[in-house]
Protein backbone atom coordinates (compact mmCIF):
# COMPACT_ATOMS: atom_id res chain seq x y z
CA UNK A 1 0.00 0.00 0.00
CA UNK A 2 1.27 3.37 -0.85
CA UNK A 3 0.69 6.54 1.16
CA UNK A 4 -1.07 8.79 -1.11
CA UNK A 5 -4.60 8.65 -2.68
CA UNK A 6 -3.69 9.77 -6.63
CA UNK A 7 -1.11 11.73 -7.98
CA UNK A 8 -2.92 15.21 -10.27
CA UNK A 9 -1.11 17.57 -13.31
CA UNK A 10 -1.50 20.93 -12.42
CA UNK A 11 -0.25 22.98 -14.77
CA UNK A 12 3.74 22.33 -15.33
CA UNK A 13 3.43 21.06 -11.52
CA UNK A 14 2.92 17.79 -10.03
CA UNK A 15 0.61 17.57 -6.78
CA UNK A 16 0.61 14.38 -4.36
CA UNK A 17 -2.81 14.24 -2.87
CA UNK A 18 -3.39 13.26 0.91
CA UNK A 19 0.18 11.96 1.26
CA UNK A 20 0.80 10.30 4.49
CA UNK A 21 3.58 10.46 6.70
CA UNK A 22 5.76 13.04 4.85
CA UNK A 23 7.02 16.24 6.03
CA UNK A 24 9.60 18.21 4.13
CA UNK A 25 11.66 19.46 7.30
CA UNK A 26 11.51 16.02 8.77
CA UNK A 27 12.54 14.23 5.71
CA UNK A 28 15.77 16.71 4.82
CA UNK A 29 16.69 17.79 8.55
CA UNK A 30 16.77 14.15 9.67
CA UNK A 31 20.80 14.25 9.00
CA UNK A 32 20.53 11.75 5.74
CA UNK A 33 20.72 14.12 2.90
CA UNK A 34 22.80 17.96 2.63
CA UNK A 35 21.71 19.51 -0.66
CA UNK A 36 18.09 20.86 0.51
CA UNK A 37 17.57 24.01 1.25
CA UNK A 38 14.46 25.89 3.07
CA UNK A 39 13.04 29.03 0.67
CA UNK A 40 11.84 32.01 2.96
CA UNK A 41 8.12 30.73 1.09
CA UNK A 42 8.28 27.56 3.29
CA UNK A 43 9.20 25.75 -0.04
CA UNK A 44 12.54 23.25 -0.34
CA UNK A 45 15.05 23.65 -3.13
CA UNK A 46 17.65 20.59 -3.65
CA UNK A 47 19.50 19.03 -6.30
CA UNK A 48 19.54 15.55 -6.72
CA UNK A 49 20.76 12.83 -10.03
CA UNK A 50 21.43 15.73 -12.07
CA UNK A 51 17.95 17.69 -11.50
CA UNK A 52 16.77 20.69 -9.69
CA UNK A 53 13.82 20.19 -7.50
CA UNK A 54 11.37 22.65 -5.60
CA UNK A 55 8.74 21.07 -3.21
CA UNK A 56 6.50 22.45 -1.33
CA UNK A 57 3.67 20.69 1.50
CA UNK A 58 0.45 22.25 1.08
CA UNK A 59 -1.75 21.18 3.80
CA UNK A 60 -1.97 17.03 3.09
CA UNK A 61 -0.89 17.73 -0.49
CA UNK A 62 2.37 17.74 -2.18
CA UNK A 63 4.16 19.90 -5.12
CA UNK A 64 6.59 19.41 -7.00
CA UNK A 65 7.21 22.49 -8.89
CA UNK A 66 7.85 22.47 -12.85
CA UNK A 67 8.03 18.68 -13.41
CA UNK A 68 7.35 16.68 -15.71
CA UNK A 69 5.15 13.01 -15.31
CA UNK A 70 8.42 11.30 -16.35
CA UNK A 71 10.90 12.78 -14.15
CA UNK A 72 8.41 12.26 -11.40
CA UNK A 73 7.51 8.50 -12.30
CA UNK A 74 11.59 7.89 -13.22
CA UNK A 75 13.12 9.64 -10.61
CA UNK A 76 11.14 11.40 -7.38
CA UNK A 77 8.74 8.18 -6.52
CA UNK A 78 11.99 6.28 -5.96
CA UNK A 79 13.90 9.01 -4.35
CA UNK A 80 11.33 9.93 -1.84
CA UNK A 81 10.38 6.35 -1.44
CA UNK A 82 6.80 6.88 -1.96
CA UNK A 83 5.53 3.39 -2.29
CA UNK A 84 6.40 2.27 1.21
CA UNK A 85 4.10 2.64 4.06
CA UNK A 86 5.30 4.60 6.59
CA UNK A 87 2.48 4.00 8.90
CA UNK A 88 3.32 0.44 9.03
CA UNK A 89 6.85 1.17 10.21
CA UNK A 90 6.15 3.44 12.96
CA UNK A 91 3.45 0.90 13.78
CA UNK A 92 5.60 -1.82 14.40
CA UNK A 93 8.94 0.03 15.97
CA UNK A 94 6.17 1.78 18.26
CA UNK A 95 6.41 -1.60 20.72
CA UNK A 96 8.71 0.05 21.96
CA UNK A 97 8.48 3.03 24.15
CA UNK A 98 11.17 4.81 23.34
CA UNK A 99 11.18 4.70 19.39
CA UNK A 100 7.43 5.18 19.74
CA UNK A 101 8.07 8.75 21.07
CA UNK A 102 10.71 8.87 18.71
CA UNK A 103 8.01 7.81 15.47
CA UNK A 104 5.58 10.92 17.06
CA UNK A 105 8.72 13.20 16.93
CA UNK A 106 9.90 12.23 13.37
CA UNK A 107 6.78 10.50 11.86
CA UNK A 108 6.71 12.84 8.57
CA UNK A 109 10.62 11.14 7.61
CA UNK A 110 11.38 8.94 4.95
CA UNK A 111 14.36 7.68 4.16
CA UNK A 112 15.61 8.84 0.81
CA UNK A 113 17.44 6.54 -2.06
CA UNK A 114 19.77 8.73 -2.85
CA UNK A 115 22.70 8.26 -5.65
CA UNK A 116 25.55 5.69 -4.10
CA UNK A 117 28.80 7.49 -5.76
CA UNK A 118 27.38 11.23 -4.86
CA UNK A 119 26.49 9.29 -0.91
CA UNK A 120 30.14 7.95 -0.82
CA UNK A 121 31.60 10.80 -0.92
CA UNK A 122 29.42 12.80 1.09
CA UNK A 123 29.84 10.37 3.92
CA UNK A 124 33.22 10.36 3.40
CA UNK A 125 33.30 14.09 4.00
CA UNK A 126 30.51 13.48 7.21
CA UNK A 127 33.37 11.60 9.62
CA UNK A 128 34.26 13.61 12.58
CA UNK A 129 32.47 16.66 11.26
CA UNK A 130 29.35 19.00 11.39
CA UNK A 131 26.53 18.68 9.20
CA UNK A 132 26.45 22.70 8.42
CA UNK A 133 30.43 22.44 7.38
CA UNK A 134 29.70 19.14 5.40
CA UNK A 135 26.70 20.51 3.43
CA UNK A 136 29.47 23.53 2.44
CA UNK A 137 31.66 21.14 1.25
CA UNK A 138 29.71 18.88 -1.27
CA UNK A 139 28.31 22.54 -2.11
CA UNK A 140 31.90 23.64 -2.88
CA UNK A 141 32.98 20.29 -4.66
CA UNK A 142 29.63 20.78 -6.87
CA UNK A 143 30.03 24.42 -7.97
CA UNK A 144 33.69 23.33 -8.86
CA UNK A 145 33.04 20.27 -10.79
CA UNK A 146 29.37 19.69 -10.97
CA UNK A 147 27.26 20.60 -13.97
CA UNK A 148 25.54 24.43 -13.74
CA UNK A 149 21.57 24.22 -13.85
CA UNK A 150 19.29 27.07 -14.07
CA UNK A 151 16.42 27.16 -11.78
CA UNK A 152 14.13 30.47 -11.57
CA UNK A 153 17.03 32.60 -12.71
CA UNK A 154 19.27 31.04 -10.13
CA UNK A 155 22.35 28.80 -10.48
CA UNK A 156 22.65 25.42 -8.96
CA UNK A 157 25.52 22.47 -9.56
CA UNK A 158 24.33 18.80 -9.81
CA UNK A 159 26.55 16.78 -7.40
CA UNK A 160 29.90 15.70 -10.12
CA UNK A 161 29.94 12.11 -11.67
CA UNK A 162 33.29 10.36 -11.45
CA UNK A 163 34.21 11.56 -15.16
CA UNK A 164 33.74 15.13 -13.86
CA UNK A 165 36.03 14.46 -10.68
CA UNK A 166 38.99 12.70 -13.39
CA UNK A 167 41.12 15.87 -12.83
CA UNK A 168 40.17 16.65 -9.19
CA UNK A 169 43.99 16.60 -7.20
CA UNK A 170 44.35 16.22 -3.55
CA UNK A 171 44.99 20.20 -3.13
CA UNK A 172 41.67 21.23 -5.03
CA UNK A 173 39.63 19.11 -3.10
CA UNK A 174 41.43 20.70 0.02
CA UNK A 175 39.99 23.94 -1.01
CA UNK A 176 36.61 23.10 -0.74
CA UNK A 177 37.17 23.01 2.68
CA UNK A 178 37.26 18.39 3.51
CA UNK A 179 40.33 19.02 5.38
CA UNK A 180 42.21 15.39 5.88
CA UNK A 181 39.57 13.81 4.04
CA UNK A 182 40.87 15.14 0.66
CA UNK A 183 43.17 11.96 0.10
CA UNK A 184 40.44 9.66 0.93
CA UNK A 185 38.16 11.29 -1.99
CA UNK A 186 40.77 11.67 -4.05
CA UNK A 187 41.09 7.69 -3.74
CA UNK A 188 38.05 6.59 -4.17
CA UNK A 189 37.36 8.85 -7.28
CA UNK A 190 41.00 6.71 -8.46
CA UNK A 191 39.37 3.67 -7.36
CA UNK A 192 35.70 3.90 -9.11
CA UNK A 193 37.22 5.57 -12.26
CA UNK A 194 39.06 2.44 -12.47
CA UNK A 195 35.84 0.57 -12.00
CA UNK A 196 33.03 2.14 -12.74
CA UNK A 197 30.58 -0.71 -11.99
CA UNK A 198 32.13 -0.89 -8.35
CA UNK A 199 29.23 0.52 -6.40
CA UNK A 200 26.20 -0.89 -8.38
CA UNK A 201 27.90 -4.30 -7.24
CA UNK A 202 28.53 -3.42 -3.61
CA UNK A 203 24.95 -2.64 -3.62
CA UNK A 204 24.31 -5.80 -5.70
CA UNK A 205 25.43 -8.17 -1.81
CA UNK A 206 23.48 -8.53 1.27
CA UNK A 207 23.32 -6.24 4.07
CA UNK A 208 26.92 -7.63 5.33
CA UNK A 209 28.69 -8.42 2.09
CA UNK A 210 27.60 -4.45 1.38
CA UNK A 211 29.06 -3.57 4.72
CA UNK A 212 32.54 -5.01 4.14
CA UNK A 213 33.34 -4.26 0.70
CA UNK A 214 32.44 -0.72 1.36
CA UNK A 215 34.84 -0.44 4.45
CA UNK A 216 37.72 -1.45 1.88
CA UNK A 217 37.71 2.09 0.77
CA UNK A 218 40.03 4.26 2.82
CA UNK A 219 38.09 6.86 4.83
CA UNK A 220 35.30 4.82 5.29
CA UNK A 221 34.75 2.71 8.49
CA UNK A 222 31.66 1.03 9.96
CA UNK A 223 29.85 4.67 10.91
CA UNK A 224 30.28 5.52 7.37
CA UNK A 225 29.54 2.50 5.17
CA UNK A 226 26.50 2.07 7.33
CA UNK A 227 24.92 5.32 6.42
CA UNK A 228 25.92 5.11 2.70
CA UNK A 229 24.44 1.36 2.12
CA UNK A 230 20.94 2.66 4.19
CA UNK A 231 21.07 6.23 2.13
CA UNK A 232 21.41 4.59 -1.02
CA UNK A 233 21.61 0.98 -1.53
CA UNK A 234 18.64 0.10 -0.01
CA UNK A 235 20.16 -2.00 2.97
CA UNK A 236 17.60 -1.12 5.78
CA UNK A 237 19.34 -3.25 8.65
CA UNK A 238 22.09 -0.80 8.52
CA UNK A 239 22.21 0.54 11.88
CA UNK A 240 25.16 3.79 12.08
CA UNK A 241 26.32 4.75 15.10
CA UNK A 242 27.58 8.46 15.85
CA UNK A 243 27.43 10.38 18.62
CA UNK A 244 23.70 11.35 18.56
CA UNK A 245 22.46 7.30 18.27
CA UNK A 246 24.99 6.64 20.66
CA UNK A 247 23.92 8.91 23.70
CA UNK A 248 20.62 7.95 22.81
CA UNK A 249 21.19 4.26 23.15
CA UNK A 250 23.18 4.41 26.33
CA UNK A 251 20.15 7.10 27.57
CA UNK A 252 17.12 4.31 26.44
CA UNK A 253 19.24 1.06 26.32
CA UNK A 254 22.43 0.19 26.97
CA UNK A 255 25.02 0.67 29.77
CA UNK A 256 27.17 3.97 29.28
CA UNK A 257 29.98 2.10 29.02
CA UNK A 258 29.12 -0.13 25.48
CA UNK A 259 31.37 0.23 22.56
CA UNK A 260 30.21 1.07 19.50
CA UNK A 261 30.68 -1.92 17.58
CA UNK A 262 28.48 -3.09 20.50
CA UNK A 263 25.47 -0.46 20.58
CA UNK A 264 25.69 -1.56 16.27
CA UNK A 265 25.03 -5.08 17.15
CA UNK A 266 22.20 -4.63 19.85
CA UNK A 267 20.38 -2.20 17.69
CA UNK A 268 20.91 -4.35 14.45
CA UNK A 269 19.87 -7.80 16.78
CA UNK A 270 16.95 -5.34 18.51
CA UNK A 271 15.16 -4.10 15.22
CA UNK A 272 16.38 -6.17 12.79
CA UNK A 273 15.21 -5.23 9.16
CA UNK A 274 13.58 -2.09 10.47
CA UNK A 275 17.16 -1.22 11.95
CA UNK A 276 18.14 1.61 9.44
CA UNK A 277 14.40 2.93 10.64
CA UNK A 278 14.50 3.09 13.98
CA UNK A 279 18.34 4.58 13.79
CA UNK A 280 16.88 7.47 11.60
CA UNK A 281 13.81 8.23 13.93
CA UNK A 282 16.62 8.03 16.71
CA UNK A 283 19.49 10.76 15.40
CA UNK A 284 16.38 12.84 14.80
CA UNK A 285 14.93 13.13 18.01
CA UNK A 286 18.35 13.11 19.87
CA UNK A 287 20.09 15.71 17.34
CA UNK A 288 16.89 18.02 17.77
CA UNK A 289 16.07 17.87 21.57
CA UNK A 290 20.02 18.00 21.96
CA UNK A 291 19.21 15.03 24.67
CA UNK A 292 22.65 13.96 26.57
O1 LIG B 1 21.57 10.15 9.55
C1 LIG B 1 22.58 10.06 10.21
N1 LIG B 1 22.74 9.08 11.12
C2 LIG B 1 23.85 8.98 11.88
N2 LIG B 1 23.91 7.99 12.76
N3 LIG B 1 24.87 9.84 11.75
C3 LIG B 1 24.75 10.84 10.85
C4 LIG B 1 23.62 10.98 10.07
N4 LIG B 1 23.79 12.09 9.30
C5 LIG B 1 24.97 12.63 9.59
O2 LIG B 1 25.43 13.66 9.09
N5 LIG B 1 25.58 11.86 10.53
C6 LIG B 1 26.85 12.08 11.16
O3 LIG B 1 26.58 12.72 12.40
C7 LIG B 1 27.81 12.96 10.44
C8 LIG B 1 28.53 13.68 11.58
O4 LIG B 1 29.60 12.87 12.03
C9 LIG B 1 27.52 13.77 12.68
C10 LIG B 1 26.81 15.08 12.75
O5 LIG B 1 25.97 15.10 13.88
Redo the contacts with the bound molecule.
Keep these: MSSYSKIEISGPDIIIKDIQNFELRDIFD ?3 AFRWNKTESGSYIGVAFGRVLEVRKRENDVIFYDCSMEEFNNTWIEYFDLERDYSKIIEELSVDETLKMACDFGKGMRLLQQEPFELTISFII ?6 PR ?1 KRSIERISERWGRKIYYKGNEYYAFPTVDELREAGIEELEQCGVGFRAKYIYETIQRVLSDKDILNRIKSLDDDGCHKELMEFKGIGP ?1 VAD ?1 IMLFSMQKYSAF ?6 KRAMQHFYVAPDVTLPKIRKYGREKFGELGGFA ?2 YL ?1 YYA ?1 ENNIL
Aim: hydrophobic share 35%; proline share 5%.
Design positions: CGQSANNQIIKCPVDVWVQQFR
